[in-house]
């Protein structure tokens, strides 16, 4: 056991009232969201929700995800969630459909649109990549909205799903997680995509690398900045709702599982450390 | 998506009538025990339950296990279990003690046990290494065991959390693979371990690479061998019981998820094609 984790255990979610935007991920990787939101909306209330016990999403049936995706929204209504993010590019890719069809009315931002529309921007061939896990490359999401948006461009897809635990182990920097990035390029680099959009959570972390292997003229596209600017327009043009969301301080950070790895794991996504607190009221 | 998945979609635990041996793993793994039991008592009604909805149980924290260990034995016993056989090592390493206490009297066979038993009658120098998870690294249980029955022997752990996503991506003989296995056998072999013990279902199918970076001297051990024996032995002694787990043709294998890629693993874990059916009633 190490000393880095801060741990805690609460079931508080239920207890502080007040509304609050709500931000769900399969697991601790969606904190690169959080701390764009946080960035962008200081003070307002966000409760984030990370589904631990569940981990991953990305290996799993898009029936699964979505069943697990309408239970974490559900866990963060009763929290007094008004708006909902999408930190999980799976879940992204295969519910929000699914979520929109069950919650309408409520303001639901994921993160494949924002990638999408940036990967549009920065294009200059049209010919972008996407890697992700395999539950999000095979949804075929990505193609769909880019191509429905430019019908000129052409997308390749490839699913990397190692890369999610190389992170999680903290092999950020081993010659075995180098070989491997490159191999998962590969197919995409002999396609001349000159824009590659990082389709998961944990992928910005290796960033340096995939920019490595990618090659330098290959522009990288990280959703969780535009996400954020997104929630924030949203907001800017909801002056009522964003009332609703009153400051609060620090976000809070809930998970279905607590372990001393996920806390490390945390940091490394936050860049500082962080109180993880498991909510045993949560699904899982 | 693969023609290879031969899949299907059941409740049709709850239909079928009659006592049955219940075995269950936090996925696919598993296969290799259920492999071993119907090889040694062909004809016997058995259910295999994987927990593909919650894959993997090994880096989720013992609490965590410990409740799903329950729940996917309480599903086995409603389906008419009236012997468990626990293939998850790392659900046999923290959650045997829980189960036993849940469930008194109902006869509970793991992992663990049988291959402490055979590391000790091969083990020469009595230095014994052990890979796993790393909730059952973590959990020391094989020292505890190990050292209970033997207090001279040495036990070194390394948990090798990296095995498990390598093998489902059926990066079996990649250079890899055998960089990263070889990474993870060093500390022990620095201790000079002259057995080692495969504590999870994953890494037997990586044997020839773990023999060949061990060293040829290593004794390597895999329990599913072990269990099976026990297993059988038990019977055999319970007459009656094993007269009410009659014959029934072909073990049923349930999944709380499905997809190509399980399907996959699965027949790379049994040896042939297999039919997964989705069990609609299971927890998860």
Not at 84 to 100: D, F, G, P, Y
Not at 270 to 276: I, T
Request: proline share 7%; aromatic share 6%.
């Amino acid at each position: 056991m190490s000393d880095e984790a801060a741990v805690g255990s609460t079931g508080a979610g239920r207890s502080k009232g007040g509304s609050l935007i709500g931000v769900f991920d399969s697991g601790i990787g969606g904190l690169t969201v959080l701390k764009e939101l946080v960035a962008r909306l200081p003070g307002f209330r966000m409760v984030y929700f990370g589904d631990t016990a569940r981990t991953p999403y990305g290996t799993k049936s898009p029936e699964t995800i979505i069943r697990y995706a309408i239970e974490d929204t559900e866990y963060l209504l009763r929290l007094g969630a008004k708006v909902i993010v999408v930190a999980c590019h799976s879940a992204s890719s295969v519910a929000t459909e699914a979520l929109k069809e069950r919650f309408p009315g409520l303001p639901i931002f994921e993160v494949v649109t924002p990638s999408v529309k940036k990967a549009l921007a920065v294009t200059k061939r049209k010919v972008i990549g996407v890697i992700g896990t395999r539950a999000t490359v095979e949804s075929g999401v990505y193609e769909r909205l880019l191509r429905s948006l430019d019908p000129e461009v052409k997308v390749y897809g490839n699913p990397c799903p190692l890369l999610v635990p190389l992170v999680e182990e903290g092999w950020l920097k081993k010659p075995e997680t180098r070989m491997i990035v490159k191999k998962c390029l590969i197919p995409l680099k002999m396609k001349g995509i000159d824009t590659l959009v990082l389709g998961c959570t944990h992928y910005p972390v290796l960033k340096k690398i995939i920019q490595a292997k990618a090659g330098k003229r290959v522009i990288l596209v990280d959703p969780a900045e535009e996400l954020a600017e997104e929630v924030k327009g949203f907001l800017e043009t909801h002056p009522g709702l964003a009332r609703e969301l009153a400051p609060d301080g620090e976000p809070r950070i809930l998970v279905s599982d607590l372990t001393p790895a996920f806390s490390r794991v945390a940091r490394l996504f936050l860049g500082r450390q962080v109180q993880l607190l498991k909510a045993e009221d949560a699904p899982a």
